[in-house]
C-alpha cells in the first residue's frame, strides 16, 4: 500500500511504500547464521576423533594359524655314565609337529636323530687302557611335549617365548660294531631304548603369518644299562648300579610353516 503525501512546500511529494516495511528487516543475518552452521556440521564430520588422534599401536598380536610344522637342526652334549661308554651326543636332524590348545598351552611331537660315535671299554683291561675303540651312534628320539607360551595365546613384537616338557623314548639304530665281537657278551655295552625325558625352553620369532623360526635349548635325561660284566666282583669296581641315569643338552633351531 502506497501513501501520498504532501508537504507544506509546493511542487515537493514523498511517496512511502508500506509493503515492504518489516518483511525483510535482517537478511544478513539470516545468511551468517546458514553458513556458521553449516560450516560447524563440515568441521565436526571432517575433523578425527578424540579416540583417532590417540590411536596408539598395540606390540600384541594373535596367533592366526592353530598348527605348524618344519625341520629341526642343532646339536646334543651327553654324560657318558661312570664307565664313560654311553653315547656323548653329536649332531642333531629332526622334524617337530604341534598344534595350539587354548589360551597359553600347545602340544607338540618331536623326533630327531642325534649322529656321532661313542667309546667301546673293555672292563677287563686295566685302567687308562679299557678304551679298544669306537663304535657309531644312531640315537633316535621321538617324545610328546607340552608348551606353554609367557605371551599367551599372542605374540609381543612377533616373538613368543615359552617353556616346554615332556617325555617319550630313545634308542639305538646303529646296532652291535665289529669291534665289540671280541669282547665277551657280559661286557659289551648296548644301549637298547630307554624313557627319555626332556625340559627346556626358547622363543618363536614369527616372520608372517604363516612362516618363522624357533631357537630351543632342552636338557634330557636318560638311562643307560651296565653291561654285567662290569658288576664282576673280581675287577673289583665297586657299588655297581644296574643303571645309571644321566642327562644331556641341546641347542636347535627350527624353521616353521604354519596353517
Known amino acids: 500500500m502506497c501513501v501520498h503525501s504532501a508537504s507544506n512546500l509546493p511542487g515537493l511529494s514523498i511517496t512511502v ?17 546458514r553458513t556458521l552452521c553449516g560450516a560447524a556440521v563440515l568441521a565436526l564430520t571432517l575433523a578425527p576423533s578424540r ?13 592366526g594359524a592353530k598348527k605348524e610344522t618344519g625341520p629341526v637342526v642343532g646339536y646334543m652334549s ?15 636332524l629332526g ?4 598344534i595350539e590348545l587354548t589360551g597359553p598351552l600347545s602340544f607338540e611331537t618331536v623326533a630327531g636323530v642325534v649322529s656321532g660315535s661313542r667309546d667301546i671299554v673293555n672292563p ?3 685302567e687308562g687302557e679299557r678304551k679298544v675303540g669306537e663304535a657309531d651312534v644312531q640315537l633316535m628320539t621321538v617324545d610328546a611335549r607340552l608348551k606353554f607360551s609367557f605371551t599367551g595365546d599372542r605374540t609381543w613384537h612377533k616373538i613368543a617365548p615359552f617353556i616346554v616338557f615332556g ?7 646303529a646296532g652291535v660294531d665289529p669291534l665289540e665281537d671280541d669282547l665277551a657278551p657280559e661286557d659289551r655295552f648296548s644301549f637298547g631304548n630307554s624313557f627319555f625325558g626332556t625340559l627346556g625352553g626358547g622363543t618363536r620369532w614369527f616372520l608372517t603369518d604363516r612362516f618363522g623360526v624357533r631357537a ?8 643307560l644299562k651296565t653291561p654285567p660284566g662290569f658288576s664282576d666282583p673280581e675287577r673289583d669296581f665297586g657299588n655297581v648300579e644296574e643303571s645309571e641315569w644321566v642327562r644331556g643338552l641341546s641347542f ?4 616353521l610353516w604354519r596353517w
Open 17 to 33: 511504500n508500506k509493503s515492504n516495511v518489516g518483511e525483510e528487516r535482517f537478511p544478513s543475518m539470516r545468511l551468517s547464521l
Open 51 to 63: 579416540a583417532d588422534a590417540q590411536s596408539i599401536p598395540s606390540p600384541y598380536s594373535y596367533f
Open 78 to 92: 651327553a654324560a657318558t655314565g661312570r664307565f664313560e661308554y654311553g653315547p656323548p651326543g653329536g649332531a642333531l
Open 95 to 98: 622334524i617337530r609337529w604341534g
Open 124 to 126: 677287563g683291561r686295566d
Open 167 to 173: 617325555g617319550g623314548m630313545a634308542f639305538d639304530l
Open 216 to 223: 630351543d635349548a632342552v636338557f634330557s635325561l636318560w638311562k
Open 252 to 255: 636347535t633351531l627350527s624353521g
